[in-house]
Every structure is written in structure tokens, then in C-alpha cells.
T-cell receptor
């Protein structure tokens, strides 16, 4: 069945360093790949997404890259700040409109 | 602002009780979703509805049912609650292939 693998499960970085989270997916028909951030006690919120007609998308300090051939995509956060600390989920769309989520990455940014 | 609300933030029920979780969205979205979130497992789709009175099973529908009588409201029903249904339940809504907006979640404890 459809599957999204996400690594690492936890990530600790020093403030100002970069953080990279990687996901692989199984359904070659997937065309939409969002990333959600969930702060402690709050709801998941979309931070960036990419569709399969682009290889990279940036929004200030965050970027997402997509390699459809290899079926993997990554989230890059540069110049990390303590407020970036959260759980990040990748997802891939399958069967139109449904998302399958990765298991999450807990990012901790230490001052 | 999109608003997705859930009827309760915290709920404690006994084994065997029938449990109703309600979700309401105010953006006239076509699609509504119910997920459960467990540590280390990410968000798993229970049921999905793409129109009034329409529903589709997600990845873990066993032990759950849903109801969508009005476009803005999507209910999750636990016919006979069991302890393994203790979890965080998140509702979400969207229009086709766009951002999913999540509710604040209901933390359900079944004792």
C-alpha cells in the first residue's frame, strides 16, 4: 500500500545551523507534497508545499526539494531559530485529495 | 480566516460507551477528514468525506463510523469505545488538492 517514510525521528541543532528532514514515498502517481509544522499543544499547520511540476520551492528560510525519479522530497530550514522547534510532518497525496503522512520529526533548536 | 472547530478538547469515556466527536468548518470546503495522532505513528486517516452523505474509508476505519449530513459538519462515531482508541483525534477540511486546515484536536481517553 501507499507509504511515506520520514527521517530522522528526532533532530537537535544549534541555533543558526541548518536542519534537513527527508521523506520517501511509494506511490509514483503522487503529485502534491505538503509539509506541516505542529507546535506543542497546537494543530498542524502547512508551512510549505510542492507539486510535481517543480523541483524546488523556497519561502524565506525554508525550502523543499523534490526528486520524482527517486520518489523522495526534503525540507530544508536554514538559520534555525528556537521558534522552529516543533514536530514536522511530510505528506504525499494519493488517490486524489487524500494525504498519507510521515511519522514526524521532532526538531529541537538549542540557543 | 479558515476556522475548523471540534466539539471537545478533552473527553473521558468508559469502555463500551458510544462516543461522538463533532467537527465544523466555516469555509464551505468540499472535503473533510478524520485522523488519529499517536506518538511515533504520525497522523493516520480514519475516514474521509468528499461531499454530503459521501464517505470513504481511510487507512484505519475499524471500530469507527462517520456521518456527514451537512456540508460544514463531519462527525466521527465510536460505536463501542475501547481502550486502544485512546488517542488524539484531529479533524481537517480542504478544497481539492489544496491545504488541509486542521481543528484543534480532541484528546480522548477511554478507561
Amino acid at each position: 500500500g501507499e507509504n511515506v517514510e520520514q527521517h530522522p525521528s528526532t533532530l537537535s541543532v544549534q541555533e543558526g545551523d541548518s536542519a534537513v528532514i527527508k521523506c520517501t514515498y511509494s506511490d509514483s502517481a503522487s503529485n502534491y507534497f505538503p509539509w506541516y509544522k505542529q507546535e506543542l499543544g497546537k494543530r498542524p499547520q502547512l508551512i510549505i508545499d510542492i507539486r510535481s511540476n517543480v523541483g524546488e520551492k523556497k519561502d524565506q528560510r525554508i525550502a523543499v526539494t523534490l526528486n520524482k525519479t527517486a520518489k523522495h522530497f526534503s525540507l530544508h530550514i536554514t538559520e534555525t531559530q528556537p521558534e522552529d522547534s516543533a514536530v514536522y510532518f511530510c505528506a504525499a497525496e494519493y488517490n486524489t485529495d487524500k494525504l498519507i503522512f510521515g511519522t514526524g520529526t521532532r526538531l529541537q533548536v538549542f540557543p | 480566516d479558515v476556522k475548523v472547530t471540534q466539539s471537545s478538547r478533552y473527553l473521558v469515556k468508559r469502555t463500551g460507551e458510544k462516543v461522538f466527536l463533532e467537527c465544523v468548518q466555516d469555509m464551505d470546503h468540499e472535503n473533510m477528514f478524520w485522523y488519529r495522532q499517536d506518538p511515533g505513528l504520525g497522523l493516520r486517516l480514519i475516514y474521509f468525506s468528499y461531499d454530503v452523505k459521501m464517505k470513504e474509508k481511510g487507512d484505519i476505519p475499524e471500530g469507527y463510523s462517520v456521518s456527514r449530513e451537512k456540508k460544514e459538519r463531519f462527525s466521527l462515531i465510536l460505536e463501542s469505545a475501547s481502550t486502544n482508541q485512546t488517542s488524539m483525534y484531529l479533524c481537517a477540511s480542504n478544497d481539492r488538492s489544496y491545504e488541509q486546515y486542521f481543528g484543534p484536536g480532541t484528546r480522548l481517553t477511554v478507561t
